[in-house]
């Protein structure tokens, strides 16, 4: 079973407000990822990073933003959340990197905004 | 751009009748194709890792094979466990591109 936890599991906000979703693993992976899943699509990586100070976007356009200040944290923000933000978020980790080897996935935090 | 396409979209089984999932692909050097496992309401689950044509594994009731252009995860006998959606992903080292998955229903 995969160390790594997602909270919240399950949110609902208002337009307007921010938000942070956070993720931690404890496997000591360097590499870790925010991708986003809308149900019956393909999951799309938003965010990524190699290690603690490295954060790069990922393929699909978003307006969060992530930091990486440890290793074992990556939480992703929302300044602004918009109803378009309604999504699930999946955050996961790595031993290799990115495209080299299996992800570790969170349980996915499910965002509504109304 | 590499590209992957899963098929069927949704399968309805019954108890004990295998089958096959199809996972199409298009990468510039594929450097690996992953199955993964997806229960309702969680992240997806590692199953498999396959590298080259004609490679072959098995966990349990599935079974995963390789060619140059698709993979496909062969279920058999299954049981109502099994019972979720499938992801593909391939890898080219620099990039991972993941299905839009199938949905396996097993009835009992």
């Known amino acids: 079973e995969a160390d790594i936890y997602q909270t919240p599991r399950y949110l609902v906000i208002g337009t307007g407000k921010k938000i942070t979703l956070e993720c931690s693993q404890t496997?000591?992976?360097?590499?870790m990822y925010w991708y986003q899943q809308d149900p019956g699509m393909e999951l799309h990586l938003i965010h990524y990073?190699?290690?603690?100070?490295?954060?790069e976007k990922g393929d699909l356009s978003s307006e969060s933003t992530v930091s990486r200040i440890r290793t074992e944290h990556f939480p992703l923000t929302l300044e602004s959340a918009r109803p378009s933000h309604t999504s699930q978020y999946l955050c996961?980790?790595?031993?290799?990197?990115?495209?080299?080897?299996?992800?570790?996935f969170g349980e996915g935090s499910r965002l509504t905004v109304l | 751009e590499d590209q992957v396409t899963q098929s069927p979209e949704a399968l309805r089984l019954q108890e004990g009748e295998s089958s096959s999932l199809n996972c199409s692909y298009t990468?510039?050097?594929?450097?690996?194709l992953f199955w993964y496992r997806q229960d309702p309401g969680k992240g997806p689950e590692f199953l498999f890792t396959?590298?080259?044509a004609g490679e072959e594994k098995e966990k349990e009731r599935l079974k995963a094979t390789l060619t140059k252009k698709e993979s496909f995860l062969h279920i058999t006998a299954p049981k109502p466990e099994d019972s979720a959606t499938y992801l593909c992903?391939?890898?080219?080292?620099?990039?991972?591109?993941f299905g839009a998955g199938t949905r396996l229903t097993v009835k009992p």
């Open positions: 996961a980790s790595s031993f290799g990197g990115y495209g080299t080897g299996e992800l570790f």
């Open positions: 496997m000591g992976h360097d590499k």
């Open positions: 990073s190699y290690g603690v100070n490295s954060t």
């Open positions: 990468v510039s050097g594929l450097r690996g």
């Open positions: 396959l590298y080259s």
């Open positions: 992903a391939v890898t080219s080292g620099n990039d991972m591109r």
